[in-house]
């Protein structure tokens, strides 16, 4: 029989990965295999996308924001073959998020390709988790804030139907390549009230893309100019799960001097990382066990 690690050396290892240590460093540090790391990240990873999934829904929201941030698997976009560029599992990946900007939850979020197709997804996905009150004169409408990229004019038209307030901010740089090692100077910044915004002045962006270097800090797989990446999308969607539920649960803003969920109301104390685990895997031997009585029930329905 295979030997079990034990919950604090679990924890352990998932709570260094957490913290922006690779598997080879983690495997360094705990003498536990990278294989067996990779297992306990998959296995906690795949249940933290449910807990999310379930605790995330009617959220109460003022202002959106909304951004990509890139990342690759197996290779770069430009090294695949003519048949792996028709796989959206490998090459350039986008992850896609959602953050209150009062709260700083990040409530929705989306991994594949940069295209209208993932963005569509991702707004639809938005859509299903924000609570809207009705409001025949628009006044409560939540806004939404987004950069440039064209399909996010159309998934929110279509997906919200109305129902939310849309701006764009477009910056432009000086010399944009310059940001592969500092970030570049701006030297504009146009905000365009696409429906229902007042003062353009309101449009922004600026909360959401200082989280993706807390993506980049605390997330190896995103970490730029190292050999960081990913080698399955499986394992590049568990990890980012386990991260934005630590994030929201487990990680006080310190801005904010208690954690994402805590201000969003989600949840009333502060979680340790110990806590999220603890949480997350009840919640994922509930669903266990309710899918093992689902299935004894469809069996016995069939045998009458």
């Known amino acids: 029989m295979a030997n079990r690690l034990k919950r604090d050396k679990v924890l352990l290892c998932l709570r260094l990965l957490s913290e922006g240590n690779s598997i080879r460093s983690v495997e360094r540090i705990t003498r536990v295999h990278r294989d067996t790391i990779m297992r306990q990240l998959v296995k906690f990873g795949d249940a933290c996308q449910r807990f999310l999934d379930l605790m995330f829904r009617t959220v109460v929201v003022h202002h959106a924001q909304l951004d990509e941030i890139w990342t690759w698997v197996r290779k770069k976009q430009g090294r695949l073959t003519e048949q792996e560029q028709k796989d959206d599992t490998i090459g350039d990946i986008y992850l896609f998020t959602a953050l209150d900007s009062d709260t700083k939850l990040l409530f929705s979020y989306k991994l594949g390709k940069r295209t209208g197709e993932t963005t569509e997804a991702f707004v639809q996905d938005m859509a299903r988790r924000m609570y809207r009150a009705p409001d025949t004169q628009g006044i409560s409408r939540p806004q939404v804030s987004t950069d440039g990229f064209g399909p996010y004019v159309g998934s929110l038209r279509r997906q919200f139907k109305g129902q939310v307030r849309h701006g764009v901010l477009i910056k432009n740089y000086v010399n944009p390549e310059s940001g592969r090692y500092a970030p570049p100077d701006l030297s504009q910044a146009k905000r365009i009230p696409v429906n229902g915004i007042e003062d353009k002045y309101t449009i922004c962006t600026s909360h959401v893309e200082r989280l993706n270097c807390t993506h980049r800090q605390h997330m190896k797989r995103l970490a730029r100019l190292t050999l960081a990446f990913s080698k399955k999308f499986e394992n590049l969607e568990a990890a980012t799960a386990m991260h934005i539920a630590t994030y929201n649960f487990a990680r006080v803003h310190r801005t904010l001097k208690c954690t994402p969920a805590m201000k969003a ?28 009585m689902e299935r004894l029930i469809n069996a016995l329905n069939r045998r009458k």
């Open 265 to 292: 109301g989600i949840v009333a104390e502060l979680w340790s990382f110990d806590h999220l685990y603890d949480e997350v895997m009840e919640q994922a031997s509930k669903d266990d066990m309710t899918r093992k």
